[in-house]
């Protein structure tokens, strides 16, 4: 009878410990995705703003049209590649598009800024200067997000690759998830605005 009562309580202790791992797992896993999902309404932010730079800035700059066409492709594709990562963060090839998409926009956007110096009047239009500093603000907000978000991911990793979550993890396929700032270091800067 001794025997059965051990038995039957080593089982519990066993059932409570794989019990509390997968639902710790969980529960970090929801905590990454609504994180990035934080990181998707700044980013939506974003890209709803750049028509509106873009639309601006057609105005003045009339024989920059190649500069203001790649701007608008680099955000449609950030668009789409910020989709794909928003359906599965925890997909590191979503994130490392979304990562590259990132660092073309930024690429772009700079491209823009730099050619928008070369317009006095373009620098002074109270719009342009609106949309850039509520640009500048978005990117502050983007990368606080995404720093809320790599907490998330770290916290999760961490939680995956220790004894005993690891087995549980392993047994019911909790993948590791990647960091954003890993897969895009330029994303890391905020474009640089100065009218």
């Not at 073309?104 to 956007?109: D, M, P, S, W």
């Not at 928008?116 to 620098?123: G, H, N, R, T």
């Amino acid at each position: 009878m001794g025997a059965f009562i051990f038995i039957v309580m080593l089982a519990l202790i066993l059932a409570f410990i794989v019990i509390n791992a997968y639902n710790s797992l969980v529960t970090l896993r929801n905590r990454y995705k609504n994180a990035y999902k934080q990181i998707d309404v700044q980013l939506q932010r974003r890209y709803d703003l750049i028509p509106n730079l873009v639309e601006t800035a057609k105005g003045y700059m009339k024989h920059e049209r190649e500069t203001l066409e790649a701007v608008i492709a680099a955000r449609n594709a950030a668009v789409s590649a910020n989709g794909r990562a928003s359906r599965d963060p925890g997909d590191p090839q979503a994130m490392q598009q979304l990562g590259a998409a990132e660092a073309a926009l930024t690429g772009a956007l700079g491209r823009l800024m730099v050619l928008s110096e070369a317009y006095p009047d373009l620098k002074a239009d109270q719009t342009m200067t609106r949309v850039m500093e509520e640009l500048s603000s978005t990117e502050n907000r983007v990368a606080f997000a995404r720093q809320a978000f790599n907490d998330a991911v770290t916290l999760y990793n961490t939680k995956r690759e220790v004894f005993p979550s690891n087995l549980i993890a392993g047994s019911f396929n909790f993948n590791p998830a990647d960091l954003l700032e890993d897969v895009a270091p330029e994303v890391k800067n905020a474009p640089r605005v100065s009218f």
